[in-house]
């Protein structure tokens, strides 16, 4: 049973950072990554890692977004800076099938956090 606790949203101004924070059990040897859905859009692939540390990101995110985990404490990260207003989101740690960068591919979610950007 898959479990993904989120934390670390909030609000920041345009230009800011935040970190979001993912606790896995249960995923075994699943793809994580990060999901955004924003008021009247679908949900969006961000950034997935795999097993052997390999990353991708969505276009709109690269260069400022960075995945990661701690294989030690279970946990996966989503670094944002440079946040724009268009990141304003919905954000949603997620597990499933690589290289998980549709909502087809993703096993388990949790329950998201809001990133309101100012």
Not at 61 to 68: D, E
Request: glycine residues 12%; proline residues 2%.
């Amino acid at each position: 049973h898959v479990q993904l606790v989120e934390s670390g949203g909030g609000s920041v101004q345009a230009g800011g950072s935040l970190r979001l924070s993912c606790e896995v059990s249960g995923a075994g040897n699943a793809c994580m990554g990060w999901f955004r859905q924003a008021p009247g859009k679908e949900r969006e692939g961000v950034a997935a890692i795999e097993n052997d540390g390999s990353r991708s990101y969505a276009a709109s995110v690269k260069g400022r977004f960075t995945i990661s985990q701690d294989n030690t404490e279970n946990l996966v990260y989503l670094q944002m800076r440079s946040l724009k207003s268009e990141d304003d989101a919905v954000y949603y740690c997620a597990a499933g099938f690589c290289p998980l960068s549709t909502s087809l591919q993703v096993r388990s979610w949790d329950q998201g956090t809001q990133v309101t950007v100012s």
